[in-house]
C-alpha cells in the first residue's frame, strides 16, 4: 500500500509536496554534492542552478548534483494530474579554506550550544531552524578566538550571523577584530537593528589589513536591549551564529 504525501489542496487538484534535502545553505567546496528526494511512482524532480523557477521543460534530476560555484539551486516536484509543488530553495555560497584549527567561545552557549566550537567551523551553514546548526547566546557581547596551529596570511573573517526579529533574535550592533597583542584591527557596523527588519542569514565579511596571524579574537557587540518597537523592549536579545571562516 502506498501512502501519498501531498501539500496544500484546491476545489480541483492536489498540490505535490516539495522535495526534501538535507540542508538549504551550503559552501561551494570542491566536494559539495546536492541531493533531493521525493517518493511518489511517477513523480519527477526538475531544477534550475540560475534561480529561476523550475518549469516541466527544466533538467530532471536523476542524481546528486556536483556544484562547485556560487548557485541558487531550485527544485520543484512533478506529476501529471497534480499540481507541481512549491520549490525547495538551495543557496549555494562561495568557499573559502578554512585555516581556524580551534576557537574558543565566551561566555559558552548554553541553551543553544550546537555541536560546541566544532559548530562555527564544520562547513554546514544553518537555516532558518535556529534550533540546527547554530550557537545561541543570550544578552551579552560574545567573544570568539581563533586559534591557528601556525602563523597564516589573514585579510578577511567570514562570520554567519541570523536575524528573526519575532523570535528575540538580532545582528550584533558590531564586530570587532583584534590581534595577538589586544590591538583593534578591524571594526564593522551592521545594519541598525532598532529598525524592523525581515527574518535574514547573514553572512558578514570583515576586510582586515593584511597580516600573518596565530591568534585572533573577534567580539560580537550586543544590543543593550532590545528595541521600543519589540514586545520584549527593554529585555536582552539573542544572537546567533554559525560559520566562521578567515583566509
Not at 540560475?50 to 527544485?75: Q, V, Y
Not at 602563523?151 to 550584533?172: D, Y
Request: with cysteine.
Amino acid at each position: 500500500m502506498m501512502i501519498l504525501v501531498v501539500g496544500k489542496t484546491t476545489a480541483q487538484n492536489l498540490q505535490l509536496a516539495p522535495p526534501q534535502t538535507s540542508s538549504t545553505r551550503l559552501f561551494a567546496a570542491p566536494d559539495t554534492k546536492i541531493d533531493f528526494n521525493f517518493r511518489l511512482k511517477g513523480a519527477e524532480i526538475r531544477y534550475t542552478t540560475d534561480g529561476t523557477e523550475p518549469t516541466t521543460t527544466s533538467s530532471i534530476f536523476t542524481h546528486p548534483l556536483s556544484i562547485s560555484r556560487p548557485t541558487t539551486l531550485k527544485a520543484k516536484s512533478f506529476k501529471t494530474g497534480f499540481l507541481p509543488s512549491e520549490s525547495t530553495t538551495v543557496q549555494i555560497l562561495p568557499f573559502h579554506s578554512r585555516p581556524v584549527d580551534s576557537i574558543g567561545i565566551t561566555p559558552a552557549p548554553k541553551k543553544y550550544p550546537g555541536n560546541g566550537w566544532k559548530t562555527l567551523c564544520d562547513r554546514i551553514l544553518g537555516d532558518a531552524n535556529f534550533r540546527q546548526n547554530w550557537l545561541g547566546f543570550e544578552g551579552r557581547n560574545i567573544e570568539l578566538e581563533l586559534f591557528f596551529t601556525k602563523k597564516r596570511p589573514v585579510s578577511h573573517i567570514m562570520v554567519g550571523l541570523l536575524r528573526q526579529q519575532n523570535a528575540w533574535i538580532f545582528l550584533p550592533s558590531t564586530i570587532e577584530v583584534y590581534d595577538k597583542k589586544g590591538k583593534l584591527v578591524a571594526n564593522q557596523a551592521l545594519p541598525d537593528e532598532s529598525l524592523e527588519l525581515p527574518d535574514s542569514m547573514e553572512i558578514i565579511c570583515v576586510e582586515l589589513p593584511k597580516h600573518r596571524h596565530k591568534y585572533l579574537k573577534i567580539k560580537l557587540i550586543a544590543l543593550t536591549s532590545l528595541p521600543a518597537w519589540h514586545p520584549g523592549t527593554g529585555n536582552a536579545g539573542w544572537i546567533f551564529s554559525d560559520e566562521i571562516m578567515a583566509w
